[in-house]
């Protein structure tokens, strides 16, 4: 089996910052991206930032310039630096991981359970 765990989720007031980590674990043979998404009340979940192996990274418009996603692949964790927090930024956010189990295997989706983030004063 393979477990993503996320932390760092808290309030925060506008303007603050928060870290988020998460640590995929498990039977895993190799990992092509990890990355967050999040889903705010009434909305659908959507793509926050991801990283591939070898470090190219993407990011949602709304949050360029503001979040740094960045890879520990000795580890298989994902971080995400979150500054100048907003209160549109509320959600709670998942990780997840496109990963292979084995060499020959298919590349599957895992994703965390989440963490809420909410900003707020």
């Known amino acids: 089996q393979v477990q993503l765990v996320e932390s760092g989720g808290g309030l925060v007031q506008p303007g603050g910052s928060l870290r988020l980590s998460c640590v995929a674990s498990?039977?895993?043979?190799?990992?092509?991206?990890m990355g967050w998404y999040r889903q705010a009340p009434g909305e659908e979940r959507e793509l926050v930032a991801d990283?591939?192996?070898?470090?190219?990274?993407n990011y949602a418009d709304s949050v360029k310039g503001r979040f740094t996603i960045s890879r520990d692949s000795a580890n298989n964790a994902v971080n995400l630096e979150m500054n100048s927090l907003k209160p549109e930024d509320t959600a709670v956010y998942y990780c997840?991981?496109?990963?292979?189990?084995?060499?020959?295997?298919?590349?599957?989706?895992?994703w965390g359970q989440g963490t809420q983030v909410t900003v707020s004063s």
């Open positions: 997840y991981a496109h990963l292979k189990r084995r060499s020959a295997g298919p590349t599957n989706a895992y």
């Open positions: 498990g039977s895993i043979f190799s990992i092509v991206v």
């Open positions: 990283i591939i192996t070898g470090g190219s990274t």
